[in-house]
């Protein structure tokens, strides 16, 4: 099997590790390709997230071009490796359209960690039910908050992974 992976953050190295970890239990065969750190390197992950961590108002706009051309080498190596499965670990903005481009190319996406800053930019729940949700029956009325949805990938992967 193999897997595409983006991870952002320390945090997120530290799940994906968890999760690739449980993977392995119930796969003899996986690579492991993207970008992480931490407990990721045992993957070989690339650990260039420069354009990952550019953050503020001004800095991203500088830089989109640089942020976008990253983001579909990304996707062109995912798609020339012919992964089975991308698994995005936060960073909903730059994720978000890897796992379109991807679905559009037939290949299963999973998105870990839902946004925890659904106060300030409540409209990414519609986008988020209709790319990383779709046809799963939770309830997302207009308070995602309230409705458990920040969390509800990470309970769903613990019915099938130790992972909290």
């Known amino acids: 099997m193999k897997i595409g992976i983006v991870s952002a953050e320390p945090s997120g190295d530290l799940l994906g590790s968890k999760i690739l970890s449980k993977i392995k239990e119930n796969f003899q065969n996986i690579e492991v390709i993207g970008?992480?750190?931490?407990?990721?390197?045992?993957?070989?992950?690339?650990?260039?997230?420069?354009?990952?961590?550019?953050?503020?108002?001004?800095?991203?706009?500088?830089?989109?071009?640089?942020?976008?051309?990253?983001?579909?080498?990304?996707?062109?190596?995912?798609?020339?490796?012919?992964?089975?499965?991308?698994?995005?670990?936060?960073?909903?903005?730059?994720?978000?359209?890897?796992?379109?481009?991807?679905?559009?190319?037939?290949?299963?996406?999973?998105?870990?960690?839902?946004p925890s800053v659904w106060a300030w930019r409540p409209g990414r729940v519609k986008k988020f039910t209709k790319v990383k949700l779709k046809g799963w029956k939770d309830k997302t009325d207009k308070d995602p908050i309230k409705n458990g949805i920040k969390n509800n990938v990470i309970k769903r992967l613990s019915r099938y992974f130790d992972i909290i």
Do not use: W
């Open 35 to 114: 970008v992480g750190g931490g407990p990721l390197q045992e993957h070989n992950l690339s650990t260039d997230r420069e354009m990952l961590e550019i953050m503020g108002l001004v800095d991203p706009i500088l830089n989109f071009q640089k942020i976008v051309n990253y983001r579909n080498d990304l996707i062109e190596t995912f798609i020339n490796e012919k992964i089975d499965i991308f698994i995005g670990i936060d960073a909903p903005d730059f994720n978000f359209e890897i796992h379109k481009k991807l679905q559009k190319k037939g290949i299963k996406t999973v998105h870990v960690v839902c």
